[in-house]
């Protein structure tokens, strides 16, 4: 079973205004070991591509309707709003950038676009 819902991602492409595309979820980690009863966290490798020129993603977060303390926020909102969609209120879900084939090779993909 995934511990992720799977139509969340394509749900989020689906979407013409985004301006990310979610390309690839992979979990890793202690959610792969069979001897593992008890899970902390589950780990993935989320890949997004750009979708739309960088301007799109300030003009995302002004179009949002939501109120930002610095430009940073207001221009990493479409990550933000990819993120917490895939993790979906969970605390046991830590959703990370790095490339997770540099320190293992047991990796599975769940989700890819295309």
Excluded: C
Aim: hydrophobic share 35%; charged share 25%.
């Amino acid at each position: 079973m995934a511990p992720v819902n799977l139509d969340l991602p394509g749900s989020y492409n689906a979407d013409a205004g985004k301006p990310l595309l979610v390309t690839r979820l992979r979990v890793f980690g202690s959610y792969l070991e069979e001897t593992v009863d008890r899970l902390g966290d589950v780990e993935y490798r989320l890949e997004q591509l750009p979708g739309s020129p960088e301007e799109a993603y300030l003009s995302y977060g002004r179009n949002s309707g939501r109120q930002f303390s610095t430009l940073v926020d207001e221009i990493g909102w479409p990550h933000l709003e990819a993120v917490q969609l895939l993790k979906s209120r969970s605390a046991f879900l830590n959703l990370t950038y790095e490339e997770v084939d540099r320190f293992t090779d047991r990796a599975e993909t769940i989700f890819s676009a295309g």
